[in-house]
């Protein structure tokens, strides 16, 4: 149970409904860069204020009893980048694991990474597949890291993954159906995102579950992502519980269902 560090914590904590939280919150981290810009600071102190904010909504999202929470770390665009703040980043991933896998652990949650995590560096591989074994047994709220992500080429190896399996079927010849194409992305098996969150005021989702998203309820702030604690997560949910879900189909004034994730709209 999340227990309020102060006054304004615990007003927003009295509004929220415990019972009707988003099953999956996927997050935009966005804003490191500017954070550190507007404070005169390299971007990498953006970086490293960013890994503290991901540890407090981490936390605070386990302790809530939120099912899933994404967190789009970095992107397959993200390698564009110069060189020396890629290699940062990569160094400060595995710093993270290091310090907070043994509290990640504790707390009962299970380590995820989507993304192509075959090019990751190879020192990365090993102790991200460190990190999910150790985790893999817990039963808490899954942290879904997407490494090496993106939406359209997550898209492009689902659908190679199911043409192979047919050619090996010898039915190259049958069609596709969205629940065939659902079990083949990256997060097969996991609850589409209700909620999507992203930081910093820009409003487009950057090649992020493209395929996941369909039905989810877009949360955009101007909050930057280092900026974003506590109070700016349970601002975000609050506002989740305010909107009506309708998932097209239902006319005005109709009571919107809760909608399982993955599942088809009729």
Partial sequence: MLKPSNRAEAHLLEQLDLTRLPRNVAIIMDGNGRWAERRHLPRVAGHRAGVRTAREVIESSARLGIEALTLYAFSVENWRRPQAEVEFLMRLLREYLRKELPVIHKNNIRLLVIGR???????????????????????????????????????????????????????????????????????????????????????????????????????VTETLWPDFHRVKLLEALIEYQRRERRYGGLGPGAKAARHPSNAPVE
Wanted: proline share 3%; net charge negative; aromatic share 6%.
């Fill in 117 to 219: 995590g075959s090019q990751l560096p190879a020192a990365v591989q090993k102790d991200l597949d460190d990190a999910m074994k150790l985790t893999g047994g817990n039963t808490g709220m899954k942290l879904v890291v997407a490494l090496n992500y993106g939406g359209r080429a997550e898209l492009v190896d689902a659908f190679n993954a199911i043409l192979r399996e047919k050619r090996e079927a010898g039915a190259i010849a049958d069609g596709v159906d969205e629940q065939s194409i659902s079990a083949h992305l990256y997060t097969a098996g996991l609850p589409d995102p209700d909620l999507l969150v992203r930081t910093s005021g820009e409003m487009r989702v950057s090649n992020f579950l493209l395929w996941q998203i369909a039905y989810a309820e877009i949360y």
